[in-house]
């Protein structure tokens, strides 16, 4: 390896490319590593709003395991990713589907599901969410409409919990495009010829596209399950957490303990848990689905 | 007739993901009563005037104010991320050199770190500069190719132009950068406006850096602006105000989706990335 030979363009250095990406190997470090790195150190500290921060080793660690609050936002931050994940794989799979024809006026269709998921974000559209399920919002005139019981929806945990997935439920779109750019990759001969055989359509999604659509699958399964594990903005705003904590996730322990309390300390300590979580959910990820890491520029 | 149920399916799904939109523009002109007692998203005696409130907002600034704070902070964005991605890019789809594997190693790694434990050390070292409430933290983490996103997109796509290109023009007498200017630039161009279209909405959208970072409402960008409203609007106190800000922040975005959606949708596709 010592005397390797870089293989480069005439007239090019083999630090040329190394001095391309400059700009972003000193963003790793400085936006990543030092974040990453420092915030574990004052996870062993005790540093908040007054006195000097003193080095306390595991003692967050322990406070966290111990403390009922943190337990309960994992719960309900690991229960909203197991119920959303996979929800919203199997509904931007299923609309993927339905798109992947030649029909006419499709396009119009494909920007009706993807426009939601790059509004979604947007407070303007999550100040629309609440009011959706306010006590004569748009949600309980419909199911009168239907002659259902209007619900109190802020009032109990599953409901709360609701309003949130389908929130995230409602923007499917971005998950659905790489789904749908995935499909239009299947070379239409793989299907005529199993028609040929005298393979059935549904028979034919499970032989033919579900093995070759692995790979997008987890792609999308690791995105969503890392941002639904992040979630923040939409129970911060849309019911603050309640009732009763029950739409509390990890995401806002973090913020209330650093941006209201001042304990600085503390919060890294619990941001670093759920690093830590997120990370043990994707490996297991990895090791479920038969997968090892192996990526290659 | 298969065609006609996939039809209607879609007609379906397509209805529950427009209408809560249709609800709000529709609820924005109805009085309070009327917004909490109808389904139906036209309204019987719409109400423009109410739009004159919103604009004014109840903060001491006009929306116009807010406007201009979120587009102070995507320009210099939007400029930054595309040049050093552009960059970064071009070197690892193009060129050899050492610690290549580990720099992509890298690459990825920083693509799936969740922000969440980056951006409390990263608001005390901003403040210890001196530098929270200005656009600084917002706009200059753009300058390192922060999105890696938008690097993988680039290099997908560059790969996909013929290395003969490059050749040649290196017989022409182009040196690296010259290359990168002259041939590539103009074929990742529908990357460059995805790159663009994205850092937009995304800034437009994004709700907890700002939070963090900037503490004086005459700096607020539009997101931080809704939700002191959203908040400062007590219940059954006009609702529709409210909503008609709402209406007025998802303008601009609607706006810059529609205006670049034939271009960009390929360049999503080509690279895989999403809203």
């Known amino acids: 390896m010592k005397n390797r030979t870089y293989h480069n363009p005439v007239g090019v250095g083999k630090y040329t490319g190394l001095l391309l990406i400059s700009p972003f190997l000193a963003g790793a470090l400085l936006l990543t590593l030092y974040p990453f790195v420092s915030s574990f150190i004052l996870g062993l500290t005790d540093c908040g709003l007054i006195g000097q921060p003193e080095l306390i080793g595991l003692e967050n660690y322990r406070e966290i395991l111990s403390s009922r609050e943190f337990l309960q936002s994992a719960g309900v931050t690991l229960r909203y990713a197991a119920i959303l994940v996979p929800l919203k794989l199997i509904v931007s799979l299923g609309v993927a589907l339905l798109l992947n024809i030649e029909l006419k006026g499709i396009g119009a269709y494909r920007t009706a599901f993807y426009i939601p998921s790059i509004l979604g974000a947007n407070l303007a559209v999550v100040i629309m969410w609440q009011f959706l399920f306010t006590s004569g919002g748009l949600a309980n005139q419909l199911l009168k409409l239907f002659g259902a019981q209007p619900a109190g929806w802020y009032g109990d945990s599953a409901h709360a919990t609701a309003i949130i997935i389908l929130l995230r439920l409602w923007e499917f779109g971005s998950a659905m495009v790489i789904f749908l750019s995935a499909l239009r990759d299947i070379p239409r001969e793989y299907h005529e010829a199993a028609k040929v055989d005298g393979c059935g359509s549904i028979r034919g999604f499970f032989a033919i596209t579900l093995p070759l659509l692995k790979d997008v699958i987890f792609l999308n399964l690791i995105l969503q399950t890392i941002s639904a594990l992040q979630e923040f903005n939409a129970p911060y705003m849309i019911t603050g957490g309640g009732p009763m904590g029950s739409t509390t996730t990890v995401g806002m322990v973090i913020y209330d303990e650093m941006f209201r309390y001042h304990n600085a300390g503390y919060a890294n300590a619990v941001s670093w848990t759920l690093f830590v979580t997120i990370t043990a959910v994707v490996l297991l990820l990895f090791k479920v689905t038969g997968r090892i890491r192996k990526e290659q520029p | ?275």
């Open chain 2, 1 to 275: 007739m298969k065609k006609l149920l996939r039809y209607l399916i879609l007609t379906v799904i397509a209805a529950v993901m427009i209408y809560p939109l249709l609800w709000l523009v529709g609820a924005s002109l109805k009085s309070n009563d009327e917004i909490f007692s109808s389904a139906w998203f036209i309204p019987k005696n719409p109400d423009f005037s109410v739009y004159i409130g919103a604009w004014k907002t109840v903060t001491p600034y006009t929306m116009g104010h807010y406007f201009l704070n979120t587009f102070l902070i995507i320009l210099p964005k939007t400029i930054f991320a595309v040049i050093s991605s552009v960059l970064v890019a071009y070197g690892f789809a193009r060129f050899d050199f050492p610690l290549k594997k580990l720099s992509f190693a890298l690459l990825m790694g920083t693509m799936f770190m969740p922000s969440i434990v980056t951006v409390m050390p990263m608001y005390i070292l901003w403040s210890r500069l001196g530098l929270l409430d200005t656009y600084i933290p917002l706009t200059l983490p753009a300058l390192f190719a922060a999105e890696g996103s938008f690097v993988f997109m680039l290099i997908q796509f560059m790969k996909g132009i013929p290395k003969e290109f490059d050749e040649a023009a290196r017989i022409d007498g182009c040196g690296a950068l010259r290359t990168l200017f002259y041939i590539l630039l103009p074929c990742i161009k529908p990357v460059v406006v995805s790159i663009t279209v994205f850092t937009f909405l995304w800034t437009m959208n994004d709700f907890l850096t700002p939070l963090i970072m900037i503490s004086s409402v005459e700096k607020y960008p539009l997101s931080l602006a809704l939700r002191l409203s959203a908040d400062s609007t007590g219940d059954g106190y006009e609702q529709n105000r409210v909503l008609a800000m709402s209406v007025i922040g998802l303008i601009p975005s609607v706006a810059v989706f529609g205006l670049a959606q034939k271009k960009f949708v390929s360049g999503i596709t080509a690279g895989g990335l999403s809203g």
